[in-house]
């Protein structure tokens, strides 16, 4: 099991929209619509944003959208604000013949 | 509203075990599936594996031999072992509960620092 590929960094102005990818395999993104993201804020616990591609928790912002095309996932931050910059983790479910869930290596974004 | 909170040893010497325990507050740990995950300094996440509320459990395969995740309904609490530990396994460790069959982690703990050191 691998993990999924994200790019480092990201930024935007605020008010700017800004789209963060998640690229996996057939065996993972491709294959189930269990893609997760997760933001991180210096310091602190990952927080849940963004599950089965694109369902919001109770409590996010709608700026926060996610999609899925192929072996490629995406999120979507519209309306920039300061407070969304952090570092983004996506995750997917990669079962098969045995359970496991990868994570991306995580996107910086930076609110210009 | 449900609390985490991870507590254990903050230094861990190599080839020992690591023990962590996840309290948790405000729900039943027998409605859920629990999963610990990991970020060493500066990195990513790394899952490391869930126990569900009937007990089964499942780690990442690099892990499986090395780590055990339990419960303990009485005192609603999960731990985690993972033993013959080096350097690589020092990390920030979270316990996060999962809504989805294990795969989504709607609450995370604050997370502990778990050095690896002599």
């Known amino acids: 099991q691998s993990a999924l590929t994200q790019p480092p960094s990201a930024s935007g102005s605020p008010g700017q929209s800004v789209t963060i990818s998640c690229t996996g395999t057939?065996?993972?993104?491709?294959?189930?619509?269990?893609v997760s993201w997760y933001q991180q804020h210096p310091g602190k616990a990952p927080k849940l944003m963004v599950y089965?591609?694109?369902k919001r928790p109770s409590g996010v912002p709608d700026r926060f959208s996610g999609s899925k095309s192929g072996n490629t996932a995406s999120l979507t931050v519209s309306g920039l604000q300061a407070e969304d910059e952090a570092d983004y983790y996506c995750s997917s479910y990669a079962g098969g013949n045995n359970f496991y869930v990868a994570f991306g290596g995580g996107t910086k974004l930076t609110v210009l | 509203q449900v609390q985490l909170q991870e507590s254990g040893p903050g230094l861990v010497k190599p080839s020992e075990t690591l023990s962590l325990t996840c309290n948790v507050s405000g729900d039943r740990i027998n409605n859920y599936y629990w999963t610990w995950v990991r970020q060493p300094p500066g990195k990513g996440l790394d899952w490391i594996g869930y126990?569900?509320?009937?007990?089964?459990?499942n780690y990442k395969p690099s892990l499986r031999s090395r780590a055990t995740i339990s419960l303990d309904t009485s005192k609603n609490q999960i731990s985690l072992r993972l033993n013959s530990v080096t350097a690589a396994d020092t990390a920030v460790y979270y316990c996060a509960r999962s809504a989805v069959g294990g795969i989504v982690f709607d609450h995370w703990g604050r997370g502990i620092l778990v050095t690896v050191s002599s």
């Open positions: 057939s065996s993972d993104v491709g294959r189930f619509d269990y």
């Open positions: 126990i569900s509320f009937s007990g089964s459990t």
């Open positions: 089965e591609v694109n």
